[in-house]
């Protein structure tokens, strides 16, 4: 009954190679977001959809590209991997029609890039 | 654009001591403010939320809110503190006009000594 899941919750990659991280939730929602959270533990968002449509893109290198199948996944695909790139990845949803748009997290994906 | 600012990265407590965490938002229009708490190797989770009504607001794990609009605050309190309540706090501010991005704050560290 888990609410936002992604997978995997590990990832060790080495620079140079090209990763993907899923995420789904049920809890209805029609929004989507993908965080990156740093070694000091800022969150920066980095893009959004709602029902499948991109709402938010940040300044963000374009090795890195989302991907919305449906309204209830979301995947982050990146390019070329850096060693900046590791971090901890996490996905949210919210019910936008809520207009306070309170969000609900998945466990996270801790990247490493050797 | 809406910001935040959490004052304090740092907060240390002793068990049943007030916790007071603070956060103080910048917005144009009327903002939804919420606290956001992460424990070890989680994803974030909704400790609470203000949008229109009261001011007074109160969360989970017996912790609480007051939105001071006149002073821009939205500081975190709870009477006495856990053990379990040692984790990263998160303040977060979002405006209906905004395609539900949410702002959040640097984060605040909160130790609980025994």
């Known amino acids: 009954d888990t609410a936002v899941s992604q997978t995997p919750k590990y990832l060790v990659t080495q620079m140079g190679n090209d990763k993907s991280i899923k995420c789904e939730q049920n809890?209805?929602?029609?929004?989507m977001y993908w965080y990156k959270q740093d070694s000091k533990k800022f969150l920066k968002i980095m893009f959004s959809?709602?029902?499948?449509?991109?709402?938010i893109n940040e300044t963000v290198p374009n090795r890195f590209s989302p991907k919305s199948p449906d309204k209830a996944h979301l995947n982050l695909h990146i390019n070329s991997l850096e060693l900046g790139d590791s971090a901890v990845y996490f996905c949210?949803?919210?019910?936008?029609?809520?207009?306070?748009?309170?969000?609900?997290f998945g466990p996270g994906t801790r990247l490493t890039v050797t | 654009a809406q910001s935040v600012t959490q004052l304090g990265s740092h907060v240390s407590v002793s068990e049943g001591a007030l916790v007071l965490l603070r956060c103080n938002y910048s917005?144009?229009?009327?903002?939804?403010l919420f606290w956001y708490v992460q424990y070890p190797n989680q994803g974030l989770q909704l400790l609470l939320k203000?949008?229109?009504?009261?001011?007074l607001v109160k969360g989970i794990n017996g912790f609480e809110a007051e939105f001071k609009k006149s002073e821009t605050s939205f500081h975190l309190t709870k009477p006495s503190a856990h053990m379990s309540d040692a984790a990263e706090y998160f303040c977060?501010?979002?405006?209906?006009?905004?395609?539900?991005?949410?702002?959040f704050g640097d984060g605040t560290t909160l130790t609980v000594k025994p």
């Open positions: 949210a949803s919210s019910l936008r029609d809520q207009g306070a748009y309170e969000q609900y």
């Open positions: 809890l209805g929602h029609d929004t």
């Open positions: 959809y709602n029902n499948k449509e991109l709402i």
């Open positions: 917005s144009s229009v009327p903002p939804y």
């Open positions: 203000y949008t229109t009504g009261a001011t």
């Open positions: 977060a501010v979002s405006v209906r006009t905004n395609a539900g991005k949410s702002t």
